[in-house]
């Protein structure tokens, strides 16, 4: 299974309320047609949840069983529902409401705010750590970049758990939470950030979730109008609800019943922002005559990833993984995942690459393929080794698809050549609709084969190329279809957030991987200190770890690979471990005490080796987890040693080497690496290898001129002519 192809990216409608239940297994089929009374749906990763949710809804208004505006579907994100909402459409069921808690709660808020308070809705605060920022500082607490990030999110998390600022340490000291610093502390700037906002009439996103608690709960007349509009509530995701969500759902439910929640209690891993599982795993305690529906039958993945899943969390420990759901491949048999070990992390990029670089050659898209890791930090040494192989990537996490310039611009574009019509000489050569397409964004710099390189002009042609491939799936379910239809279908999907597919290697956190799935999927960096964490101490915060792995694992339908590196960078100390997750699962390891499965197959290369200690600082002694602290071996605030007139004759070198491969320049080195070499000043090839960035291939072509650099003489050819690296 690769990428969708154009039939079930632009199905039929269904005929009837019959014809939506075509296709579904006995278990989705119980779901779609349980249609009153409250239902709990516990459905593992790669079952098929969204499509039983979005068939029940379908088939409930196909049948005349729920009135369109009367069902509100809510989930956690922006893409998810987008996501519903497309399913909804091509359903026959477009009227439906599917939003997220924000979204849902802001609408509201907005509309009520005037009868309910008087005056207009308070601005909202797009990103709150500036305010975070000014609040400790008056305080007279000085924070640095990291610790302002850690205030905010705890800030984050004492709203959604419904905890005032005075009773924040009580709080975390009853939960058990790892404070970032002292909560005294924390408590204050809470507190001193409530009466900024106050001060200056803004709300942030958690408020709008508490003001609209707030006016539930002290107007029943608005509580009782809400209540009317919404008859049928549907909960995707709902292992990861917060308290505060919870109250919300309540409070629209009033003393109704009609409620259907899904959930892999497997699957969460959000409880740093207030998520927890146990309002699914306590649904039939608060709803005793609940019907409860299990989804086991995974058809993403091949009876080998599944093994490996199943493995994962047969070790687990908890109240989650007492209701751990045992899934059953319904695919083909494949490839055993493979186990890769390497000597260090630049090393582990460039397999990574070489093995994505060989999928690809052998026929599988680059937009099915995902690397996955830990922390975002862990991104930068992939995106140079996928650069240097010519592999193209997006960054998760990345602008919404149809928020990008490139595509607004073509959207215009589309639109007058479909009004112009036949008096468009554009058009004058094209015989079909893709060929319109083609013409039409040639203008705008798509063209029929990809720039080198990566960088914004590679981005903006892969958003083109995506329009293209999408206009070709288009003209083939839709036979006649014109330009004017292509472009109604664009506006509806740019409404429902419903993007099509960017064709490059995804870079991605395990975090921001939920919900997607690969033919492909890359796991790295699984060592003892980045999987689990570092920061992970407690029993449940260990288990919370084992459950990303076990996410980012269910992400692969066909190919799996799990790696690691045994030393940071080239010639350090081989003194890392892979991570104890995979004990008694890949070869050759023992299993993790009496809970511990037999191994799952696949290839290991290389021996286990004696552990290490996290990496430290050489100013400072701190132990360092951010991978660009890591590749300087310093804290980012600590001071530098950095010959400045050397870093500066490097970076003119980079932007003369970038100009003649044109490529950009982090495609060369990146800025830290740049650093690395200034503070490490190496004298030969041996102390430039060990230095975070320079793999073999970049030391073959550009070691000898940061040697001649560093020695502090003058190239031969100032102008970086690349032809002389070759």
Not at 100 to 127: D, K, M
Not at 444 to 453: H, I, K, L, R, V
Not at 606 to 634: I, W, Y
Request: charged share 25%; with cysteine.
């Amino acid at each position: 299974m690769t990428a969708a192809t154009h039939s079930s990216l632009f199905p039929q409608v269904p005929e009837s309320a019959d014809a939506v239940l075509d296709g579904l297994d006995p278990e989705q089929r119980a779901v779609a047609t349980t249609l009153h009374g409250p239902v709990c749906v516990l459905a593992g990763a790669g079952t098929g949840k969204t499509r039983a949710i979005t068939h029940r809804i379908a088939y409930g208004v196909r049948a005349g069983i729920l009135q369109p505006a009367s069902v509100l579907a809510v989930t956690f994100t922006n893409r998810a529902a987008g996501e519903m909402r497309g399913r909804l459409r091509q359903l026959g069921a477009g009227g439906v409401q599917a939003r997220t808690f924000h979204s849902a709660a802001l609408r509201q808020l907005q509309y009520f705010w005037p009868r309910a308070v008087g005056g207009e809705v308070p601005r909202l605060l797009e990103r709150k750590i500036q305010l975070v920022a000014e609040s400790a500082a008056r305080c007279r607490f000085r924070l640095d970049r990291n610790e302002l990030r850690d205030a905010t999110s705890e800030i984050e998390w004492a709203k959604v758990t419904q905890t005032v600022p005075a009773d924040y340490p009580a709080a975390v000291a009853k939960s058990l939470r790892d404070a970032p610093r002292d909560p005294a502390e924390i408590s204050q700037i809470y507190a001193m950030y409530e009466q900024l906002k106050r001060d200056r009439a803004v709300i942030d996103f958690e408020d709008v979730l508490l003001l609209t608690v707030g006016i539930l709960q002290d107007r029943p007349d608005i509580a009782d109008q809400i209540r009317r509009q919404y008859q049928h509530f549907v909960v995707d995701e709902y292992q990861d609800v917060s308290p505060l969500q919870q109250r919300l759902l309540e409070l629209w439910l009033g003393d109704r019943d009609s409620l259907c929640v899904v959930g892999d209690a497997s699957q969460t891993i959000y409880s740093f922002t207030g998520a927890t599982p146990d309002h699914l795993l306590s649904f039939r305690t608060r709803h005793p005559s609940a019907t409860v529906v299990k989804l086991v039958r995974d058809y993403r993945s091949t009876p080998q990833v599944v093994h490996l899943a199943n493995g994962l969390l047969s070790q687990a420990r908890g109240r989650a993984a007492e209701h751990r759901l045992e899934l059953v491949s319904q695919r083909e048999s494949g490839p055993e995942p493979s186990y890769e070990e390497y000597p260090d992390e630049p090393a582990e990029a460039e397999g990574t690459a070489r093995r994505i670089r060989e999928l690809i050659d052998t026929g599988v898209p680059a937009g099915e393929i995902a690397v996955l890791y830990r922390v975002n930090a862990q991104s930068e040494v992939y995106e140079q080794a996928l650069a240097d192989a010519g592999v193209p990537y997006q960054l998760r996490g990345a602008e919404r698809f149809f928020e990008r310039q490139e595509v607004r611009e073509a959207g215009v574009a589309l639109r007058g050549a479909a009004r112009a019509g036949g008096n468009d000489s554009l058009l004058d050569s094209a015989d079909d609709l893709p060929g319109q397409v083609r013409a039409v964004l040639s203008t705008q710099g798509w063209s029929t084969e990809p720039p080198a390189g990566s960088g914004a002009v590679r981005d903006r042609w892969e958003s083109l190329a995506a329009l293209v491939r999408l206009a070709e799936d288009f003209a083939r379910a839709r036979s006649g279809a014109t330009l004017a239809d292509l472009v109604a279908e664009l506006d509806e999907r740019a409404a429902a957030q419903h993007a099509p597919t960017v064709q490059g290697v995804t870079l991605a956190s395990m975090h921001a991987a939920k919900g997607l799935e690969w033919d492909a999927v890359f796991v790295v960096g699984l060592t003892e200190g980045m999987m689990p964490i570092t920061y992970a101490k407690t029993d449940e915060q260990i288990e919370e770890e084992r459950r990303l792995l076990y996410v980012g694992v269910t992400r692969a339908r066909f190919h799996l690979s799990l790696s690691w590196a045994l030393s940071r960078s080239p010639g350090g100390r081989a003194s890392r471990r892979p991570t104890r997750f995979l004990n008694g699962l890949r070869p050759g390891s023992a299993a993790a005490g009496p809970r511990g499965t037999a191994g799952a197959g696949g290839a290991e290369r290389g021996s286990r080796r004696k552990r290490r200690g996290p990496a430290l600082c050489r100013v400072c002694g701190k132990t360092l987890t951010d991978a660009g602290e890591m590749k300087l071996m310093r804290c980012e605030d600590c001071p530098s040693d950095m010959d400045e007139g050397l870093y500066e004759r490097l970076r003119e070198w980079r932007s003369a080497q970038a100009r003649g491969l044109g490529q950009p320049a982090y495609c060369v080195f990146t800025d830290k690496t740049l650093i690395a070499i200034a503070e490490a000043v190496p004298a030969d090839e041996a102390e430039l290898s060990r230095i975070s960035g320079v793999g073999g291939r970049k030391l073959e072509r550009f070691g000898a001129d940061v040697l001649t650099l560093c020695a502090g003489q003058e190239l031969e050819d100032e102008a970086g002519d690349p032809s002389a690296e070759d």
